[in-house]
C-alpha cells in the first residue's frame, strides 16, 4: 500500500513569471496550490540571464521557432521570477488543471490564468508581446523531473510532512 503511495506522489515545477511577480500576485497563486495540498519542498527567487533561459526553453525555438523563443526569452528575462517546486499526488496533472489553459482568454474561471488574466494569442501576435500568462508549469512528468533538476540541487528540496498528508495520505 505505502509502495503504491509513492509511485502517485510526483514533483513538478511551476515559475511565477515577471508579470506574476510585480502585479503582486505571488502569495494569491502560491495559496491555491496550497489549497489544493500541493506541498512547496523548494522555493526560490531568480533573475534569468540568457544562458539560463536557453536551458529552460532547451526545444522552444525547435517546436515554435525563433520568433516565438526570442519573444519567451525577452519576456522571462525582463524581471525576477519565482519557482516553486511543489509535490502531492499526480502534481503534475492537479497543478496543470489549477492553471488553466496556456492562453488566459481560453482558461475557464477559477483556473490561475482565467482569473488573473485575459491575454490571448492573438493580442500576443498584434503587438509582438509574449502572452502574459503569469505562471509556467511542467508539461509531464519527464519535463517536470528534468526541469526540477534544473531549477533547484537536491539539497534545496525539503522533506517534511504537512497536516493535510495526515488526513489525505
Known sequence: MAQD????VERTLVLLKP???VRGLAGRII???EDAALKI???KMRQMDAEFTRRHYFDLEERLGKEVYDVAATFMQ????IALVLEGFDAVATVRKIVGRTYPNEASPGTIRGDFSHYSSAGSKATGKAVANLVHASGNKAEADQEVELWFEKDELHGYRTLAEAFTY
Open 41 to 43: 519542498v523548494g522555493v
Open 31 to 33: 495559496a491555491r496550490f
Open 19 to 21: 508579470d506574476a511577480v
Open 78 to 81: 525582463q524581471g525576477p521570477v
Open 5 to 8: 503511495r509513492e509511485a502517485l
